[in-house]
């Protein structure tokens, strides 16, 4: 009997709790430091491509298109000739001028032998000098009708000129908007065709008044023209998300802000010696903005509530406190801050998904690291 007695009691031992304290006892969490850095961050704002000249070719006088001698797509040299008019009416025109110049220029001789003709007469006073002083009145208006004529010779050369149309820059040929064919006029609504230099590109993007603060403020110069010598290059994102393998480098900022935008227009030039870009391409430019001594906190370690970002601030005697941070930018897995908490500070990286205000933990190293990383 007194057997049976000592085994139950062994048993109820056996199976008691051995430490009634482990419920209370303070849960393991893994803690970091947080620390500054200095981060870069880059922003994407949508740009436009144009090449550094897009000329836009009309014909400068009316005709027939007769000729084409481009295809769209090709590149052309300047000087190479795009079109012809049909010129015949303009050859017309300038024969037409050149028997007006004859007709003038013998009008011209006849006033001339009128004036020798009636010169000794006068100084022999057989006649009146009122004749003479008529002779040469005629002599000076034929001479102004053969300048006239030959005015209207310049006039019609040119004119014949334009019927070959000739690209004025090196580049490629757009699109060609008129078929042989058609009736052209310089008062045509449309372009005959564009021609592109995109050996080098202007890609426009533009910043908000905050953006553009923040992106000058940080770089050495008292104007404008001085901070941009000191920028770094900048990388063009394409529109299939590929990075252009070439930087770029910021040249130009507009003289003032978009009223009705609140932006300002900024150009960067991109060198395209292959000419794999053209005239008309988007992307987006990414702009990088240096953040100096800047507190880095792992997204993973934050939680939001009521539209505000917490975190867990661990205090010297190992109670945590909900505090709400400021963010300026994100960088990989990082949040950017600046208010709300400092350097020093040691917050909870994970686990505190049911952590009540005021709560003791032990701190726990994070897995693999002492401290937040840097990006």
Same mark, same amino acid.
């Given at each position: ?31 970091? $430091?947080?620390? %500054?850095?200095?981060?870069?961050? @880059? ?8 090449? #550094? ?27 190479? &000739? !795009?079109?012809?008019?049909? =010129? ?18 013998? %009008? ?21 000098? @009122? ?8 002599s000076q208006l034929a001479e102004a009708n053969v300048e006239q004529a030959n005015a209207l010779i310049s006039t019609a050369k040119i004119n014949l000129g334009y019927t070959l149309i000739k690209a004025p820059v090196s580049g ?20 005959? #065709? ?5 050996? /080098?590109?202007? &890609?426009?993007?533009? !910043? ?7 992106? +000058?403020?940080? @770089? ?6 001085? +901070? ?5 290059? &900048?990388?063009? !994102? ?12 910021? =040249? ?8 009705? $935008?609140?932006?300002? $227009? ?5 060198? /395209? ?35 505000? &970002?917490?975190? @867990? ?13 400021? #963010? ?12 709300? #908490?400092? %350097? ?20 726990? /190293? ?10």
């Open positions: 009997m007194k057997t049976s007695i000592y085994v139950a009691a062994s048993l109820l031992w056996a199976c008691a709790p051995k430490n009634q304290d482990a419920p209370n006892r303070p849960p393991t969490l893994p803690v970091s $430091t947080v620390v %500054a850095s200095s981060v870069t961050t @880059y922003q994407d704002y949508p740009a436009s491509i144009e090449g #550094i000249v897009n000329v836009e070719i009309r014909p400068q006088v009316s005709g027939i298109l007769e000729r084409i001698y481009v295809d769209e797509g090709k590149f052309v040299h300047a000087g190479t &000739v !795009l079109f012809k008019i049909d =010129d015949k009416p303009f050859q017309a025109t300038l024969s037409n001028a050149m028997a007006g110049l004859h007709a003038a220029q013998a %009008a011209l001789i006849n006033a001339n032998l009128e004036v020798e003709k009636l010169t000794p007469l006068v100084t022999n006073k057989v006649i009146a000098e @009122y004749q003479l002083k008529t002779a040469k009145a005629t490629y040929v757009g699109r060609i908007l008129k078929k042989q064919g058609t009736l052209i006029s310089p008062q045509d609504p449309d372009e005959l #065709i564009q021609v592109s230099n995109v050996s /080098n590109l202007h &890609v426009y993007f533009s !910043l908000a008044e905050k953006d553009f603060v923040t992106f +000058k403020d940080q @770089y050495a110069g008292q104007s404008i023209e001085e +901070k941009m010598k000191n920028l770094p290059p &900048v990388s063009l !994102l394409l529109a299939n998300n590929s990075i252009y393998p070439i930087k770029g480098k910021i =040249d130009a900022v507009d003289g003032q802000f978009d009223k009705n $935008t609140g932006a300002i $227009t900024v150009r960067a030039n991109f060198p /395209n010696p292959q000419g794999i870009l053209r005239s008309g391409n988007t992307g987006k430019v990414q702009l990088g903005v240096l953040h100096s001594n800047i507190l880095l906190v792992p997204q993973s370690a934050t939680a939001e509530i009521q539209n505000k &970002v917490l975190v @867990y601030v661990v205090s010297n005697n190992n109670k945590v406190k909900k505090q709400p941070i400021s #963010i300026i930018a994100r960088s990989g897995e990082n949040y950017l801050v600046d208010g709300g #908490i400092k %350097a020093g500070d040691k917050i909870v990286l994970s686990g505190f998904d049911n952590l009540p205000e005021g709560a003791v933990i032990q701190p726990g /190293n994070p897995p693999g690291k002492e401290t937040v990383a840097k990006n």
